[in-house]
C-alpha cells in the first residue's frame, strides 16, 4: 500500500468535501474505504469525526440548493422528483427549508408551475393526435385536479378534451406532495 498516495487520495476527497460537492456520499464513502485501506488516523489526515458530519451536513444542503435553483431557473416538469429530493436531504442533514432559502408556499408554487408545464405537454400531444408517451385525458384530468388547475388554466376547454382519445398509456403523472 502507498500511503502517501493514500493520503494525496484523502486530501483530494477532503477538498472536494470541504467546497461542497453533491456527490457527497460518494465522497464520504470513497474516504473511509481509503481511511480503512491505508490505517491512517483522521488526525493523520487533518480531519476528525466532527467535521465529517459537518460536511455530510453541508452536502445533503449542497445537493438540496442544486435542485431548488435548477427547479427555479427553468421551464421544468420534474418538480415530482427534485422537491422530494430536497426534503429528503433536508431531512438527512437535519435542515429546514428556510437554511435553502425557500418555504413551503415556493415549493408549492413550483411543484404548481411543473404540473402546468407538463399538462401543456399532454394538451401539445393531444393536440398531435399522439401521446408522445405521457398519458391519457383522465390522467390529464387527475394531473389538473392534483394541482387544483382548470382547463382554461393550460389552454384548453371540456369541448377539446371531448375530442380526444382517452385510450393512451399512462407512463408519468408527479405526485402531490
Given at each position: ?71 427555479r431557473s427553468s421551464d421544468h416538469m420534474d418538480a415530482a422528483n427534485s422537491i422530494p429530493r430536497i426534503r429528503t436531504e433536508l431531512h438527512k442533514g437535519g435542515l429546514s427549508l428556510a437554511d435553502i432559502g425557500t418555504n413551503e408556499e415556493e415549493l408549492e408554487r413550483l411543484r404548481i408551475a411543473s404540473v ?62
Amino acid at each position: 500500500m502507498d500511503i502517501e498516495r493514500s493520503k494525496r487520495d484523502i486530501k483530494d476527497l477532503l477538498y472536494f468535501l470541504r467546497v461542497g460537492t453533491p456527490d457527497y456520499e460518494r465522497s464520504l464513502q470513497e474516504l473511509d474505504c481509503e481511511m480503512q485501506k491505508s490505517r491512517l488516523s483522521l488526525d493523520e489526515v487533518g480531519t476528525s469525526e466532527v467535521e465529517l458530519e459537518a460536511l455530510r451536513i453541508q452536502g445533503c444542503g449542497v445537493v438540496a440548493r442544486d435542485k431548488l435553483a435548477w427547479l427555479r431557473s427553468s421551464d421544468h416538469m420534474d418538480a415530482a422528483n427534485s422537491i422530494p429530493r430536497i426534503r429528503t436531504e433536508l431531512h438527512k442533514g437535519g435542515l429546514s427549508l428556510a437554511d435553502i432559502g425557500t418555504n413551503e408556499e415556493e415549493l408549492e408554487r413550483l411543484r404548481i408551475a411543473s404540473v402546468t408545464n407538463v399538462a401543456k405537454l399532454f394538451l401539445r400531444d393531444f393536440r398531435r393526435g399522439r401521446d408522445g408517451g405521457v398519458g391519457s385525458v383522465d390522467m390529464f384530468r387527475a394531473l389538473l385536479a392534483s394541482a387544483g388547475l382548470t382547463l382554461a388554466a393550460v389552454g384548453t376547454r371540456e369541448e377539446e378534451l371531448d375530442g380526444f382519445s382517452s385510450n393512451y398509456e399512462v407512463r408519468w403523472l408527479p405526485r402531490a406532495p
